[in-house]
Each structure stands twice: as C-alpha cells, then as structure tokens.
C-alpha cells in the first residue's frame, strides 16, 4: 500500500520539505536506480540520521516526492483549465504541458518512469483520471462534444483519448517545446479546430 503525508505535514515541516525539495533534484539528475539516501542527504545539507527521521527509505522518499508533485500538478492543472477568457485549446495544452513534461528530454525519463510503475503506479491513475474529468469538463464547457456528434463521442471520451496522446507523445518529445508543438497538433485534431493553438 503506498503511504502518502498530506501536504500541510510537508509544508509543516521545514527539514521534510527540504529533503524533498533536494530529491527532486537528485532524482531528475540521477534517476531513482542511480542515487542514493546519502545523495538525497547531502543535496538536503542534512545528516543521514535527519533523513532517516522522516523517511525510511529511498522509495519513501520518491513516493513522497512525486505525491508533493502530483498535488501540486494537479492544483496547477485545475488552475490553468478553469482561467477565463482563454481558449479551450489553450487551456487544455497548458494543463498537458504542465502535467506532462517534466521528464521529457531527461536521460533518467525511462528510469522514472519505471520507479513511478512500480511504486505509484495508483497515485499516477489517479492523476490521470482527474486530470481527465477537468479536460472533459473543459471541452464539453466550450461545446467540443457536439463537434462529435455525429460519430458519438463524449467529453469523456475525447479527454481519454487526449490523455493517451499526450502519454505517448512525452516518449517521442525531445524536448517540451517539441512535445507543446505536437500536443498542440493533437488538441487542435480533437477540438476540430483548424486554426493552430498557441
């Protein structure tokens, strides 16, 4: 069972979120295979006995580390999918690049990635799955399902089809611009929206 710590305990304690503030970056450098908790503790500037603390080992660091990021994603997400005055094309390629690209272009992605599949794989379908009920609300809020209509096609499903395209997008992106151009392409394809998004 996956043990997450509630944000307000992470925020609460300053010597937690340092440790994972260092994390991030040891794991983004490293990779989880590749690094250590001393490595983790000493990009913290703190002892291994403080770490150990707060945290038992490496891998309830990094479930620790990506629940922090996925809380903060998908407050962002939300954020980004609800500004007024924006268009829905827009809003939704902003969300994906949030959600999406952190890892993108890191030679570590493929080694994340598996961490991820092996320690939080239900953290991260939950994302998902938030992730696209926000996108369906977004595009049946614009009107976009009724450009389906005739083929059928819900809120639902053309945010599930969205979330499959940016998953596989992130593994041929070489980078988040290059991921933004084709998510863009991908969006538009779905909005049935001939003009480029920006």
């Not at 990506?66 to 980004?80: H, I, K, N, P, S």
């Not at 819900?154 to 499959?164: E, T």
Request: aromatic letters at 4%; a negative charge.
């Amino acid at each position: 069972m996956i043990k997450t710590v509630p944000a307000a305990t992470i925020e609460g304690d300053p010597h937690r979120a340092l440790v994972l503030d260092a994390a991030d970056t040891v794991f983004a450098r490293l990779g989880f295979r590749n690094c250590s908790l001393d490595d983790i503790a000493r990009a913290a500037g703190v002892s291994r006995a403080c770490l150990a603390l707060h945290f038992a080992s490496k891998e309830d660091v990094f479930i620790a580390a990506v629940d922090r990021a996925l809380t903060m994603f998908r407050e962002r997400t939300g954020q980004l999918l609800r500004r007024q005055g924006v268009p829905v094309e827009t809003r939704v390629l902003d969300a994906f690049c949030t959600a999406h690209t952190t890892t993108i272009g890191s030679a570590v992605m493929s080694d994340i990635m598996a961490a991820c599949e092996a320690l939080v794989a239900p953290l991260v379908r939950d994302f998902e799955k938030d992730l696209a009920t926000e996108v369906a609300e977004a595009l049946a809020m614009a009107g976009i399902p009724a450009r389906w209509t005739d083929e059928g096609l819900s809120a639902d499903d053309l945010a599930g089809h969205l979330i499959i395209l940016s998953l596989g997008i992130t593994h041929k992106a070489a980078d988040p611009v290059d991921y933004r151009a084709r998510m863009a392409s991908a969006i538009r394809l779905v909005c049935r929206t001939p003009k480029l998004v920006r």
